[in-house]
């Protein structure tokens, strides 16, 4: 039906061929088809599903494939191979994020006159396999013996004089009897006055199809076809030269011109005889019990293809009935009376519709080996005596759902991600360590064979920006994102002002200081504020140069934010890159800078020394006279001026504190520093000196860095982690101990204000 898909439709050449001629043909059935009460409770026309405007619209959307190639779509990966159904039918090989379907479609493994039999994918490895189960469980005769009983079967009602009606698809197995019934006729000088017609419009545009591409079928046809062109006649030269050039049998377009007279081979589409040619032909010759009816495909429940194998005395008129027209419209029935013709033509069924029967069906689902099978395309008696059968074999899970109905099945596989870029350069290959001497375990456990295995070292801890395009998994340097991701990165900076009237850059550094520990001044000085903390502005005399006071930064939490100060005029900014930290840490340092000027502690800290006395006399008078005059000082200069007490932490401190939090978590004992740095693997350090050098080395810049020692060693029973304090790496050869051991060692960095992070 129409609808809002806009996508894209993939499909073999020689199908999109055929879906024009379909998909117009089904239109015009449409148009000419009939309501009864059984759809629409009304006669008339029904409503159509689409039209021709609407098929004429989807060829644009279709991309033609060949058999065996491989495309991608969206990460999609899919192979098509012959199906053996019709020409052009393929079955699909899917890949889906590391799982992989094979759908089959309606398939064949037959050898017959055109198509190419299906066969499995070599090398590829199935999860899932929809297959379709249209016979169930039955099996076939072998086609010699078919083609041989339907001969019978035909001749037989010609030499009784009477004609055989084969009601056939318009495309598949109709192109196969025309060969099987030339090549008899070819064979059979007698039978040639009998003459053999194909009415089927739709039959007669797609034989275009079927002598153009000749590529896409098996070796019987392509031969002939080499033949003729070897013989100098091709198959566009002229009749009888091309392997669809019949000699013996003719086209029929219109019943009006078939002259029905004598004996004769019709095949006739529609194949389930609901309407059209082969209902009308049913119709006129089914009272003549010469005539016969010679059924060659599968055939549905409630059609009369199904309903006349089982020889009923009488058949509903449908085209009879139809053929009537009053007033340009179709004639209705009255009442519940239906108009019914006598059957007294014999009916047969010789099966060569182009489906696996069951034990082909079984034996292929068991090649491909696939761990879930689902059914689908089948009668549900059928798929259920098939999945009876399929389940006893114990080897897979099956599945028949019913229309509509949806299936969840959990597919479980890991996900590889690939190192690229500069990244991939900080990644080596793992080494193999000496083993360790044997414990009365292992000795157990090797047994006979006396066979050690080497012990391979820890896992890297790679730290990168994970991508997934296509579903593949991609590690990466956030600077290498634009090279192999074709990503661009936006970096979104903010800032945001604030006036402070009395604050001074000491005090706001000292606040700063006490919430956030050490702060980094980018520039600008200690003693640039001339010792006025609170802002104050002195006097100057005209004649005085007037000196320019530099901005002070300030750098937060390792620079997440970056605080300037303009001591001339009270103005601070904060400038940081967005993000969720970030944006925290930023909110954290307005709200101190907004309780600095009035908060106890910050008053208490800017407080001043006075002159001038708390007496009676408020200071004025004699008493004043008699007392010295006091220096005024400024208590905040002389309260720790330089430096925060909260900021004084050395990381010998720090490291003492991480450590209290380790041995609250694991215990006293299991806590020991690791003295000898970790070097990089690329290096090899044959001699004992260049190590020596390079481990002195590697301390100096860890000592640099303000880390006073490469890592941490934690025991917990037998196993060891390592952490690397630089990075906060760790190594364990337990998984669930080394995520234990990263979950604690973060908090607690966290909580000593984030030592080397």
Known sequence: MSTNFSGRVYMTHPTKAIYKWLMQDSVRVQNTHVATSTTSGTDGYVNQLFNETDILNTLPMIQTISFNTTHTHNGIRFTPYPAGHVLGACM?????????????????????????????????????????????????????????????????????????????????????LLLILEDYWARHEEYRKYPIYYASSLARKCMVVYQTYIDAMNDNIRSKFQAAQAAGTGASDGAGSGPWDFQYIRSLKSLERFDDVGGCVMLASPGMMQNGVSRSLLERWAPDPKNGVVITGYSVEGTMAKSIMLEPDTIPAVMTNRNQPQGGIMTKKTGDEKVMIPRRCTVQEFSFAAHVDGQENREFIEEVNAPVVILVHGEKHNMNRLRSRLLGLQKMKVYSPANCEEVRIPFRQDKVARVVGRLASQIHPPTLLPSPPPSSEDEEAEGEKGEKKPRVEGSQLVSGVLVQNDFKLSLMAPEDLKEYAGLTTTTVLCRQRITLGAAGTELIKWALESTFGGITVVSGGQGETDGNVNGDIKGEDADEEIVRQEPVVFEIMSGAVKATCQPETGEVELEWEGNTTNDSIADAVMAVLLTVESSPAAVRQSSKMHSHSHGENGGFGDDTAEEPKATVKNSFHEKNMGRNPFTAITPEERLSRLFMFLEAQFGEDAISPIATPKLPMENEYDEEVVREKAEASELARLHGLGIPVPGVEIRVDKAVAKVWLEKLEVECGNKTLADRVRAVVERGCETIAGAWL
């Not at 889906?96 to 190419?116: M, V």
């Open 92 to 176: 699909y090989f899917i890949e889906i994020a590391g799982l992989n379907i094979l759908f089959t479609g309606d398939y064949s493994r037959e050898n017959d006159r055109h198509l190419i039999p299906a066969s499995i994918p070599k090398n590829v490895r199935v999860d899932c396999l929809i297959s379709e189960s249209t016979f169930g469980i039955s099996t076939h005769i072998p086609r010699l013996e078919r083609e041989t009983a339907l001969m019978k079967s035909v001749t037989g009602i010609l030499n009784r004089g009477g004609r055989a009606l084969l009601p056939v698809f318009a495309v598949g197995r109709s192109q196969e």
